[in-house]
């Protein structure tokens, strides 16, 4: 995973853990996990490609990062992977005294669904109730905090 403790900015990788958070967060007002796609990689013709929505994340990131949050920053995200950020986060300990949580999508989507860079429509369908909203509501580490969802 890639550092900046300067600007308090986390780069996600699939498969990264966040052992590093808990010392991140200590004097932060809250997390902002971004997460934008602009589906650049996508093979399927009925995904169309969408500029802009990496400026869009590093323009929520840095108003983020100006009330005083951490930001774990991911891009490009398949389903699962996207799933995979959602899990990680919620499960972690370290945020148990995180004072405010913001998630933020820019992306496709579809009624109810965000969309990740799967070339495939069905398979890349992410639930924002179920598979977002859900965990992060149920997450007993985050039970505390509240809640903030953008979804672009």
Known sequence: MAVSLREKRLVWQRGDKLENLGQL???ACGLAVTITNNYHQSRSSKITRLD??????DKMEKAFEFFGFVCI???NMLAK????????VTSC?????????????????KEGTV??????VDSAMVDIDD???QPFVNASALAKAPKLFFID
Not at 81 to 88: F, P, R, S
């Open 25 to 27: 967060s200590e004097d």
């Open 52 to 57: 802009g929505t990496a400026t869009d994340g």
């Open 73 to 75: 920053r991911a891009r």
């Open 81 to 88: 992977e996207i799933n995979e950020l959602v899990e990680t």
């Open 93 to 109: 300990e370290a945020l148990a005294n995180c004072k405010c949580i913001a998630f933020v999508f820019s992306g496709h989507g």
């Open 115 to 120: 969309l990740g860079e799967d070339d495939s």
């Open 131 to 133: 598979d977002i909203i």
